[in-house]
């Protein structure tokens, strides 16, 4: 009996649920400086600092914190961009979650509720409507961060993906309206084809 070929393994990784709940990867134990981005000292600091903010205006992705305790929020420059505040601007939860889509909203606050419930985290596209007036799609990651075995805050990642989702949606519309055509298409020949060539008809 011949053996069976090894399963590939690309086919059968399974994608991701865009909001499934995620466990925080553990942080690896370094031992020593390893490269330049352990360096230490307020010149240190103060110049990654400015290289992160660019990389991250330049990726459209930021880094956002939220304390549980108070809802006070921290948020790096490129989170205020995506919601077309000014950076720097005082934040309140209140208002902020005033600019996600209602159907959004709804999912963000279930997840959110489970995470710190069960101290995991998750991942969901949200949609939502910045200060400027600007719709859009941002991928939200979130992990809880305890203290004394307790959920202290919520941080994460923040990012811009409404080209993406644009891209998506027009590649879906056209695929739709070929499809559509073919099934038009069809249905004309069927109907006005020759019988004894029509694979629609069965009589």
């Known amino acids: 009996m011949a053996d069976h070929p090894a399963s590939d393994p690309r086919r059968t990784r399974q994608r991701m649920p865009e909001d499934?709940?995620?466990?925080p990867a553990p942080v690896p134990c370094i031992d020593g400086p390893v490269s330049a981005f352990a360096a230490t000292g307020p010149a240190a600091l103060a110049h990654w600092h400015r290289v992160?903010?660019?990389?991250?205006?330049?990726?459209?992705?930021?880094?956002?914190?939220?304390?549980?305790?108070?809802?006070?929020l921290s948020w790096s420059g490129a989170v205020y961009d995506l919601f077309g505040l000014r950076r720097g601007a005082p934040l309140r939860r209140g208002a902020i979650l005033?600019?996600?889509?209602?159907?959004?909203?709804?999912?963000?606050?279930?997840?959110?509720?489970?995470a710190i419930r069960t101290r995991t985290g998750f991942r969901f596209d949200a949609e939502i409507v910045a200060r400027?007036?600007?719709?859009?799609?941002?991928?939200?990651?979130?992990?809880?961060?305890?203290?004394?075995?307790t959920p202290a805050r919520l941080y994460g990642m923040k990012q811009d993906v409404s080209q993406a989702k644009l891209s998506w949606k027009s590649a879906f519309s056209t695929n739709y309206a070929f499809n559509?055509?073919?099934?038009?298409?069809?249905?004309?020949?069927?109907?006005?084809?020759?019988?004894r060539i029509d694979p629609c008809h069965t009589s």
């Open 52 to 72: 992160f903010e660019q990389a991250s205006a330049t990726a459209r992705v930021g880094l956002w914190e939220c304390r549980l305790s108070d809802e006070a």
């Open 98 to 114: 005033e600019c996600y889509a209602p159907g959004s909203l709804d999912r963000l606050q279930r997840l959110r509720r489970t």
């Open 180 to 195: 559509t055509q073919m099934l038009q298409l069809q249905a004309v020949l069927c109907w006005n084809g020759p019988r």
């Open 20 to 23: 499934a709940l995620l466990r």
């Open 132 to 149: 400027t007036g600007e719709r859009r799609w941002i991928r939200l990651t979130a992990a809880v961060a305890c203290e004394n075995g």
